[in-house]
């Protein structure tokens, strides 16, 4: 018979399962507004699960969030997609650009999010510090491999090429993703996030009356590089109309 004091041997993928379990049970206690000693109880089991290290060398000023990044390892592995991505994190009292890094995975009709990391310092619009980058791809990687064929939906930063009457409101991602639609850049854009951040501008495309303005996109691989192509394609368009003007 088992008492209190005998021991279990569990393996890390116990570990995992059990941690996505306890995740899930808490975030359901939390919605349900019972935050009694079940749920600090399942807190505690947590923390003991995830007192061994994952693994992935973190730089000491980045908050990892074991917890979550456990869970995240279990669920993904059954999901049907997922995605990694920084998200602007803004504190008072800090001066430089910090990041969390957030993941998202779907599974049927559920979506889940996952705060893995926090204070990821930033060295402009969404680009990491070396470091902390390095950690990111860790992250990634070892979320790709448990992921197995689960489909992951890639975050990037793509510069678009907009005239200069396109002003940024309310509705400026579902503008820009109607504007790549009609200049046939692709038929179906990925998701635009945001835009406006900052805005660059070559010569060659000041004088045509356009800036290129950096957008968040998430997609596909094959939908970004489809997006990609075609914002070239529209950019040559755009020299040639400009050329044939003159």
Partial sequence: MTTATDTIDVSMADRRILAAALTSLVRDLERQGRTGPVKEHA???????????????????????????????TIVSVSDSWRLSQEWQPDEGVVDNR???????????????????????????????????????????????????????????????????????????????KYLESVGAVEYPPAIHSTFVDIHSDEELAEREFYGVLTEVSGFEDELERLK??????????????????
């Fill in 99 to 177: 990041y969390a890094l957030i993941a998202e995975v779907t599974l049927g009709d559920d979506d889940w999010r996952f705060e893995v990391a926090r204070n990821l310092r930033g060295t402009g619009f969404l680009k990491l510090d070396p470091n902390d980058l390095a950690f990111f791809h860790l992250i990634e990687e070892q979320v790709r491999i448990e992921a197995g064929t689960s489909a992951q939906i890639i975050h990037e930063v793509i510069e678009i090429p907009l005239p200069w009457r396109f002003l940024p409101d309310e509705e400026v991602d579902n503008r820009i993703e």
């Fill in 43 to 73: 807190d505690r089991l947590m923390k003991r699960l995830t007192v061994l290290d994952p693994g992935i060398p973190c730089p000491r000023h980045i908050d990892f969030n074991q917890f979550e990044y456990l869970g995240l390892l």
């Fill in 229 to 246: 192509k075609g914002i070239e394609e529209h950019v040559r368009t755009i020299s040639a109309a400009s050329a044939f003007a003159r």
